[in-house]
């Protein structure tokens, strides 16, 4: 049963605009959330998170938005660049355990 | 954050036999872990690896198929026994340095079962 879920597989954008991902989870329990970017052949590369106390938390070009009653969070990254270009995993977990749920990946691919 | 290397970085290996996967890390962590990532697959976790105990699986995944052992703070081995094309994946591991919510992973070992 997937708890966390990015429903969409990929995502192409124009250097300089806005890349939006979503996410969505399903476990009530969840109350830190991550996204994590990867390049082919390396390891997931940790972004930005956010605890469930919030509902914004902002670093640099990237911005995470929460919005619990809806399950649901997004990752902003504004302007975009080529270098942006990688897969995006949205994660989960609970504060009394450090497991983390992975949802499937964005794909994302930044246009010159 | 941690510096994390894993050994080997890839490898190619015959169905039926084993290979051992180590972890290292720079600095003592609170915890580590051991996920798997299947060919356009998202990543799922195998097991907790306790430090001086027997690891802690998820459902799925059972300790005669992945051994793992954690001998100290900053070092881990996951051996994947008795292979099958089915286990042809890329395998991370991951720590935690502190109580805060971040997962640090290591850059993958990518084994291909033949």
């Known amino acids: 049963d997937q708890q966390v879920k990015q429903n969409s597989p990929s995502l192409s954008v124009q250097e300089g605009r806005i890349s939006i991902l979503n996410c969505d989870y399903t476990n009530s329990m969840f109350d830190y959330f991550l996204w994590y970017k990867k390049y082919p052949a390396e390891g997931p590369t940790f972004l930005i998170s956010?605890?469930?106390?919030?509902d914004k938390n902002e670093d640099g070009r990237f911005t995470v938005f929460l919005n619990k009653s809806a399950k649901h969070l997004s990752l902003h990254i504004v302007p975009s660049q080529p270098g942006d270009s990688a897969v995006y995993f949205c994660a989960a977990r609970s504060s009394n355990d450090y497991k983390l749920s992975f949802g499937a990946g964005t794909t994302v691919t930044v246009r010159a | 954050s941690a510096v994390i290397s894993q050994k080997p970085s890839r490898d190619i290996c015959q169905r039926g036999t084993s290979l051992t996967i180590q972890c290292q890390v720079d600095s003592q962590v609170t915890m580590m872990f051991w996920y798997r990532q299947q060919p356009g697959q998202s990543l799922t976790l195998i097991a907790t690896a306790n430090q001086g105990s027997e690891a802690t699986y998820e459902s799925g995944f059972v300790i005669d198929k992945f051994p793992i052992s954690r001998p100290n703070l900053t070092f881990s081995t996951l051996t994947v026994s008795n292979m099958s094309p089915e286990d042809s994946s890329i395998y991370l591991c991951?720590?935690?340095?502190?109580?805060?919510?971040?997962?640090?992973f290591g850059p993958g070992t990518r084994l291909t079962v033949t």
């Open positions: 956010i605890s469930s106390i919030k």
């Open positions: 991951s720590v935690v340095i502190s109580t805060g919510p971040e997962q640090y």
